[in-house]
């Protein structure tokens, strides 16, 4: 079965500081992902989807994708307090018709 | 934005028992999802449906049912709770297929089985 994978488990970054977030898909079928972020007490909510190789920029938010190595990253330059949350990568089922998610990143960000 | 709504917020419920949850969204979106959180393993997909009257199995369907009555509701159960679903529990929909679609989250219900 398709495993999506996150690393690192947890992560610490002072404020003002950058988060780089990593995550991999054993499924070449779809090569493209999604990262959504969780906030405690609420849902998780998307951040951005990449499709493309290369990077894409959103605000303080930038995900590279490498589709020959099916690895994504995500990267939070000047992090915020606010940023401290649990951060999900998605990639398609081996169907299509549903997201998988990794096991998430526990994001902290120290004043 | 879209629009997901889950209840009950939180349930308790006894060990044997049956449990529904329950999901509305005014997206007009077709798909609809559940999925279940715990710590540890994310976030595993239960059910699904991409049209009314019809629900499909996700990775973890064992001890779960689904039904979607209308487009815009979608309802988990557990005719047998056991203590090991214990969870939080989050509705989904999206647009298309999720395979390019983004999902558009509830608030979650957190399900104790004693």
């Known amino acids: 079965q398709q495993k999506v994978q996150q690393s690192p488990e947890s992560l610490s970054v002072p404020e003002g500081g950058m988060a780089s977030l990593n995550c991999t898909s054993s499924?070449?079928?779809?090569?493209y992902f999604w990262w959504y972020r969780q906030h405690s007490g609420e849902g998780p909510k998307a951040l951005m989807?990449?499709?493309?190789?290369g990077d894409k920029k959103e605000g303080r938010f930038t995900a590279h994708l490498n589709k020959a190595s099916l690895h994504v990253s995500l990267h939070i330059r000047d992090s915020q307090p606010s940023d401290s949350a649990l951060y999900f990568c998605?990639?398609?089922?081996?169907?299509?018709?549903?997201?998988?998610f990794g096991t998430g990143t526990k994001l902290q960000v120290v004043p | 934005e879209a629009a997901v709504t889950q209840s009950p917020r939180s349930k308790v419920a006894v060990t044997g028992g049956k449990v529904t949850l329950s999901c509305h969204q005014t997206?007009?979106?077709?798909?609809m999802y559940w999925y279940r959180q715990d710590t540890g393993h994310g976030l595993r997909l239960i059910h699904y449906s991409y049209v009314a009257d019809s629900t499909e199995k996700g990775d973890i369907p064992d001890g779960y049912k689904a039904s979607r009555p209308s487009q815009e509701n979608f309802s988990l159960i557990l005719e047998l709770a056991s203590l090991s679903q214990t969870a939080v529990y989050f509705c989904a929909s999206s647009s298309g297929t999720a395979s390019a679609e983004t999902l558009y989250f509830g608030s979650g219900t957190r399900l104790t089985v004693l």
């Open positions: 998605a990639a398609p089922s081996n169907s299509g018709t549903y997201q998988r």
């Open positions: 499924d070449r079928n779809f090569q």
């Open positions: 997206n007009n979106h077709d798909y």
């Open positions: 989807s990449i499709f493309s190789d």
